[in-house]
């Protein structure tokens, strides 16, 4: 056990007895785990942590389980907040006042292609994108520096796939955990400034053109939420809706609005402006009609696949359904539970004239529900996750995997199967597997 960075190594001694080496283990995050992101395909999943790590789990098809891949960031601060922009690009924000941005290097790709048998030249279209062949944190900095393949090795014509598979890095097909921790990091690319406290969540919209972030805020004019654009890395807008810290951001499918709830008990919903895609402005509150529905803060929301409605999740107990007609919200539904809600999230498409979603508790628990649309009501599937099948503390962090199918499947005909993957203060990711019939 490696007391300074939590891991655990794993080493054996050779069949000639004449060297130690390396093994792959089980791993995981030794802090609790704040966020989770899928890359727009699904390819692979991205975690990030109290314990001041981000890493990377994807498939490996000769194992047949889900591994972890890639540690891409490690850092000086607890990581708070992830978002992933596309499959080349990733923001993550933590206890600072600084959005970091991240791209994959070539090793990550190659150990895709490697270890998952994914197309790369089809996750990963435009070459420009990847950067460099890995990335080095200096001794005393807090920023991955690209590092070149040509530098490493000295030769040239030294070609990626035997970069990475040199002796002891892979141990029967798996990353150890010596290679994680030194070789995998991606380069940062930006640095966004602008937000006064540390920064509490961050979103990216679908098309991976803009990024929504925002800080702790005891006052107003610190909770304010700032739209970046992720093209030229500027700040293009400024959006006051709340009086004190925004938990958590949601751009709809369609990227037309951004919702937002607050500590404050409110939500909002602001609306892009049709001739210009960075222009954005606060449409309306929660406070203008329905200030009194949430009475605790209000921890998690997320829109239906088809944008006409929207959930919020709080302290509570409640779980509120809204319908948005693009100009006006009405409340439709409601649902007490026995615990607080602190994750929620929506199948990406509707199942049989239901709208599915996943709802996460402060107790750990997870509960599917269905929401028949013809009779606005809500009851669970009975797929109830007890705290011995789930968590065990609060979670954090609900997301569907944006494609179906099974994960491992590299032919995806397993069409009804979508696959959830939670993060909770327990220290654990976990993904489950629904069949939706």
């Known amino acids: 056990m490696n007391s300074s960075t939590d891991v655990l190594i794993n080493i054996r001694l ?37 314990d001041q790590t981000t890493r990377c789990y994807a498939p490996s098809v000769n194992h047949g389980s889900i591994i972890e891949i890639a540690r891409p960031q490690v850092h000086g601060y607890d990581l708070t907040s992830i978002a992933s922009i596309s499959s080349s690009r990733f923001v993550s924000g933590a206890d600072e006042k600084i959005l970091r941005v991240f791209a994959a290097p070539r090793n990550f790709v190659e150990m895709l292609k490697s270890i998952s048998k994914y197309d790369c030249q089809k996750l990963f279209p435009d070459p420009t994108q990847i950067a460099g062949h890995n990335a080095t944190i200096p001794a005393l900095g807090l920023s991955n520096k690209i590092t070149d393949s040509v530098n490493i090795q000295g030769n040239e014509n030294l070609a990626a796939d035997d970069i990475i598979n040199r002796d002891n890095i892979f141990v029967e097909g798996v990353p150890v955990e010596e290679y994680l921790m030194q070789d995998t990091l991606w380069p940062e690319i930006h640095k966004l400034y602008g937000h006064g406290f540390e920064i509490f969540t961050v979103a990216s919209n679908h098309s ?76 309306l509150t929660s406070e203008q009609k329905y200030s009194k529905v949430h009475s605790r803060i209000i921890w998690c929301c997320a829109w239906t696949p088809d944008d006409k409605y929207f959930v919020t999740g709080a302290r509570d107990k409640k779980l509120c359904f809204w319908r948005f007609d693009g100009n006006d919200i009405e409340l439709v539904a409601e649902r007490k539970h026995l615990h607080a809600v602190t994750a929620v999230e929506f199948v990406p498409k509707l199942c049989n004239k239901h709208y599915i979603l996943a709802v996460g508790f402060e107790n750990g628990e997870i509960e599917i529900e269905k929401w028949n649309l013809d009779q606005y009501d809500i009851k669970s599937t009975g797929n109830s996750l007890k705290r011995w099948l789930a968590h065990s503390e609060i979670v954090n962090r609900l997301r569907f995997r944006p494609k179906e199918g099974s994960w491992l499947s590299t032919d995806n005909v397993d069409n009804h199967i979508w696959e959830l993957a939670s993060a909770s203060n327990d220290r654990s990711v976990i993904v489950y597997q629904l069949i939706l019939l």
């Open 14 to 50: 050779k069949k000639d007895n004449s060297c130690w080496k390396s093994v792959s283990t089980f791993g995981g995050h030794s802090g609790q785990v704040k966020d989770i992101a899928w890359d727009p395909t699904g390819s692979y999943l991205l975690s990030c942590s109290y």
């Open 208 to 283: 991976g053109t803009l990024i929504a972030s925002a800080c702790k805020a005891s006052r107003s004019e610190s909770a304010v939420i700032i739209i970046w654009d992720s093209k030229e890395w500027r700040r293009r807008c400024e959006l006051q809706c709340h009086k004190l810290t925004v938990v958590q951001l949601a751009f709809s499918n369609n990227d037309s609005f951004l919702l937002s709830v607050s500590r404050d008990r409110t939500f909002a919903i602001s609306i892009r402006s049709s001739e210009n895609p960075f222009d954005w402005k606060l449409q």
